[in-house]
């Protein structure tokens, strides 16, 4: 099948991640930024800037900027609690949907989209920027090896400095009182808070690793400082037929993982009934026990093709090929995600340990 252009739109910049997806676009050598369109004009400015996207192909109407721009894929960064109804609004155009993480910030708002998207007949494909490490991507193909048996446990530790102590491309910022207030980042009923922000993260990962396995009850903690809405700190207890699994998320960590790894290091820790891999955020090696070599080694990590690089380049793979997204930006595997997350958010609210959320 011959190579085509792909024409991908960017809607709503709540999320700075745009940003760094609308890079991915820029560089891909067969897609094409055809328009962008945010409710706030300013939010583009960086946009317009860093990708000379002409004033022309720039909307504060979405409908407009589709109807115009005719793009074949959109990629959406709205605020959590607004995941489900941007995706209803997006899918009646006939457009494939890139979603940056996380899923939704309930398990009845992942529905509303996997069905919003199934009535159109266009896939849905969530972004987990933990995917593309090189690291959690090489622990991956050694778990499906079989390299330390059947996987029992994984522990996830992740976060960072704070939402607003960096812009897209990693740039880094200082936010004031007064950016943090008025942020959706920290308000409850957008979907703030670092259980909401990164749970996602480790139960989706965590699904992939323990092949589409659910827990069967959940315990979840989370910590709000005095004059927050929002927590910045969660610990989640699953239990599974094979054990405890733990997942911890963090804003506060004492340094961003992508400069200098903070202490508890962000990534995971995964245990099988023969060996154990540690895997970390950003780093080139990651470490193996196994019963020939109990003392553990060291192993470079895998070096990634572009289709399975970065959201962009899987997703317009998947899409030329004719064939369903899977893993973690899968619907299947994101949704075990988001019953665990919901589950440990109501969990911690009760107090106390329930049974997983199924619907």
């Not at 860093?50 to 407009?64: A, L």
């Not at 115009?68 to 609004?89: F, G, I, N, Y």
């Not at 380049?313 to 930006?329: I, K, M, N, S, T």
Request: with cysteine; hydrophobic share 35%.
């Amino acid at each position: 099948m011959s190579a085509r252009t792909w024409r991908i739109a960017g809607i709503n910049f709540d999320h700075f991640h745009m940003g760094d997806l609308l890079r991915m676009v820029a560089d891909h050598p067969t897609a094409q930024i055809v328009g962008i369109s945010d409710e706030q004009p300013q939010r583009m400015e960086a946009a317009i800037s860093n990708f000379g996207i002409s004033r022309t192909d720039v909307f504060t109407d979405y409908r407009q900027c589709i109807e115009k721009t005719r793009p074949d894929m959109v990629v959406l960064c709205p605020s959590t609690a607004e995941h489900a109804l941007w995706t209803e609004r997006i899918a009646p155009f006939g457009v494939h949907i890139l979603m940056e993480k996380p899923f939704a910030s309930s398990l009845a708002d992942a529905d509303r989209m996997i069905l919003a998207m199934q009535d159109h007949g266009r896939q849905l494909a969530i972004n987990w920027p933990l995917r593309w490490y090189a690291s959690h991507v090489t622990a991956y193909r050694l778990v499906r090896q079989g390299a330390i048996g059947t996987v029992q446990q994984v522990h996830f530790y992740d976060g960072n400095r704070g939402p607003l102590w960096h812009g897209a491309d990693k740039i880094e910022k200082e936010p004031t009182a007064a950016e943090k207030d008025a942020s959706w980042f920290y308000k409850k009923e957008l979907g703030g808070g670092s259980l909401l922000d990164y749970l996602g993260y480790g139960t989706t990962l965590g699904t992939w690793y323990m092949d589409n396995q659910k827990p069967t009850e959940v315990t979840c903690m989370m910590d709000a400082p005095a004059g927050l809405e929002v927590d910045e700190h969660s610990i989640t207890v699953a239990r599974y037929p094979t054990g405890l699994s733990k997942f911890e998320t963090r804003w506060g960590t004492f340094t961003d993982p992508w400069t200098h790894q903070p202490q508890p290091k962000c990534g995971f820790v995964i245990v099988g009934s023969d060996g154990t891999i540690s895997s970390y955020d950003y780093e080139d090696t990651i470490r193996v026990q196994d019963r020939t070599n109990v003392a553990g080694r060291i192993i470079s990590v895998d070096t990634l093709p572009e289709d399975e690089s970065n959201p962009i380049g899987y997703f317009l793979a998947c899409l030329q090929q004719d064939r369903p997204v899977d893993g973690p930006l899968s619907t299947v595997v994101s949704r075990i995600g988001q019953q665990i997350v919901d589950t440990a958010y109501q969990s911690a609210l009760a107090q106390q340990t329930l049974p997983l959320i199924e619907q």
